[in-house]
Every structure is written in C-alpha cells, then in structure tokens.
C-alpha cells in the first residue's frame, strides 16, 4: 500500500505561480511511475503531467513550457511547479503513483485546490 498526500494549492492570480508536492510513504520502494492529475466539475480527470522512475517525463500540451515535474527519490516527494499560471488551470490536482513505468495508476492522493483568477 502507498499513501499519497498533496499539498501546496491555494488561490494564485494569472501569471503568478504555485508548487506543488506530494509526499509518499507505504511501500514507496514499489512506486514506479509518478504523475499528476487535474479534474474540473463535470470534466473527466486528465493528465498534466508524469515522470518515470529513470525520470523522462511527460506533459499535457496544454502545460508544456509552463509547467515542471520533478522527484526527491530521497525525499520520497514529487513536485508540480507551475509558472504562467491561467484561469483555465483552475481544478483540483491529484498526485498519482504506480508500481511499473506503464499502465494505469494504482495509488491516488485526496487532491489539492488550485485556483487562478483573472
């Protein structure tokens, strides 16, 4: 079993930035893949970003240049930088983990807030 927890969300205005972090524990020696999720009401949860456990990682179009995933192995944490922040980036953001570098994600956390207003 892997705990995720989120945190780092909150109220930006356009433009401005957040990081977010995810922090790990359980049986995080498992953990693969990483990545981070973002659902608005009525929308389904897609992918904004994920990294492997040899750190190639991949991002929405809509985030690419703007957004960065990163990982403290030592720290067990997994981060979410977000630069440029729009209002079209307001959702809740999940951390998401898995025990191959493929395939669908078996660990969720409970999701972190983040709003941009314009």
């Known amino acids: 079993q892997v705990q995720l927890v989120e945190s780092g969300g909150g109220l930006v205005q356009a433009g401005g930035s957040l990081r977010l972090s995810c922090a790990a524990s359980g049986d995080i020696i498992c953990i693969s893949a990483m990545g981070w999720y973002r659902q608005t009401p009525g929308k389904e949860r897609e992918l904004v970003a994920d990294i492997t456990s040899l750190g190639s990682t991949n991002y929405a179009d809509s985030v690419k240049g703007r957004f960065t995933i990163s990982r403290d192995k030592a720290k067990n944490t997994l981060y979410l930088q977000m630069n440029s922040l729009k209002p079209e980036d307001t959702a809740v953001y999940y951390c998401?983990?898995?025990?191959?570098?493929?395939?669908?994600?078996?660990?969720w956390g409970q999701g972190t807030q983040v709003t941009v207003s314009s």
């Open positions: 998401a983990a898995r025990f191959r570098d493929y395939g669908p994600y078996d660990y």
